[in-house]
């Protein structure tokens, strides 16, 4: 800290009779953000960058403070990349910090973008292909994520998240064989890891070896007794084997570790549905369109759930909800059917309101009677 003071001195003694030196500014900025001084940091980039607009390190370090600063920051700090990229199109620091700065702002498709102008560029570094292949893998580009995840492989062949997100990728490509070989592999490299043989239970899952899977999961569970994702796998290889309260055990027990656990929610409520629980199975669905509130499905189950219960106006609504989400999701077919259960509901619901009016008037004139007699009870 003593030789950071001591050069920030030098560094104002130089800045005292040269004020115009935007390299100077930049290099206070500098050393102010490694004291963690974030406030005189950005003051100072900024000057830098009055003096001389395109100054492409202080653009990049004003970027790098800001995500310093906090993830509340990340799109000013984008905006501050952007702008030293033009600079350096070919500096790889700035198009690393670019790509953190969308991965906090959870632009997916642009930091892979990135990702491969940095491959191209530097082809021997596993961490890239790696991270190419979990964003592959979360755009559902199956096939892309399995050639990143050999190419991590290739040059790390020990690399135990590799072997798990590509027995993933193959999963989701129905190529069971070569992902259980992937994530057996990696259950061997990693016996302690319990994502690992999560994942190994999921592929058998997947492939129908249930008794293989509970196998996994099990060790799974004993390896980290908290993962509320075992139990929701476990729910469902106990579904799968026609074993709905087991199932509703283990999605119940899924969350508890994990309350807002939207796949443990909806197999948990489905199930409900199955078994014929309208009442519970309508209470979770309460909860999951209050976290989902995009699937046409989950509230067109829940509507359904409703109306098991006669209760029709609550189940209009939900089927009105249903409505607009299949049509906004191009699905006519199933925006029609939806319309016409909710106007069945809705004929049903002023039906109950009807009889609910009628009940009122007939409990006001009982009591008008009662009163009435009662008064001339006591006048007598």
């Not at 395109?54 to 702008?83: C, M, T």
């Not at 302690?192 to 070896?209: C, S, T």
């Not at 807002?260 to 369109?289: C, G, H, K």
């Not at 829940?302 to 029709?312: I, N, V, Y």
Request: glycine share 4%.
């Amino acid at each position: 800290m003593e030789n950071t003071d001591d050069t920030l001195r030098a560094v104002d003694l130089h800045l005292k009779a040269n004020p115009d030196d935007a390299a100077a500014w930049n290099a206070k900025g500098v050393i102010h953000a490694q004291k963690h001084e974030w406030g005189e940091a950005l003051r100072s980039l900024d000057q830098a960058l009055r003096l001389d607009p395109n100054l492409a390190r202080a653009h990049s370090n004003r970027g790098r403070v800001l995500l310093s600063i906090g993830p509340d920051k990340a799109s000013e700090a984008l905006k501050s990349f952007n702008k030293a990229l033009p600079l350096l199109p070919d500096a790889l620091e700035s198009l690393r910090d670019k790509a953190v700065s969308l991965r906090v702002l959870g632009h997916a498709e642009e930091e892979l973008d990135c990702y491969k102008k940095i491959s191209e560029v530097s082809r021997n570094e596993w961490e890239v292909w790696l991270r190419m292949g979990d964003l592959q893998l979360e755009l559902g580009d199956f096939k892309d994520a399995d050639s990143s995840y050999k190419v991590a492989l290739a040059l790390k062949e020990d690399l135990v998240p590799a072997f798990i997100r590509r027995a993933i990728a193959l999963a989701m490509m129905e190529s069971y064989t070569d992902a259980l070989k992937s994530a057996e592999t990696a259950t061997k490299l990693a016996p302690e890891n319990a994502e690992a043989w999560l994942i190994q239970g999921d592929v058998n899952l997947r492939a129908g070896k249930h008794k293989s899977a509970l196998k996994s999961l099990k060790k799974a569970s004993e390896l980290d007794p908290t993962n509320a994702s075992v139990e929701n796998t476990m729910g469902m290889v106990a579904y799968k084997d026609g074993k709905l309260d087991e199932a509703v055990t283990h999605l119940r027990r899924a969350l508890v570790r994990q309350r807002r656990y939207p796949s443990a929610m909806r197999n948990l409520a489905f199930i409900l549905m199955e078994q014929e629980e309208w009442s519970e199975a309508s209470r979770v669905f309460e909860d999951l369109t209050a976290l989902v509130k995009d699937d046409p499905d989950l509230f067109d189950a829940k509507a359904t759930a409703l109306a098991r219960l006669d209760d029709f106006c609550n189940a209009e609504e939900a089927w009105e909800k249903a409505r607009k989400l299949y049509k906004a999701k191009g699905d006519e077919r199933e925006a029609e059917r939806v319309t016409v259960l909710g106007r069945a509901a809705r004929i049903n619901c002023g039906k109950l309101k009807k009889a609910a009016r009628a009940q009122r008037e007939d409990e006001k004139l009982t009591r008008r009677l009662s009163d009435r007699h009662e008064f001339k009870r006591k006048a007598s």
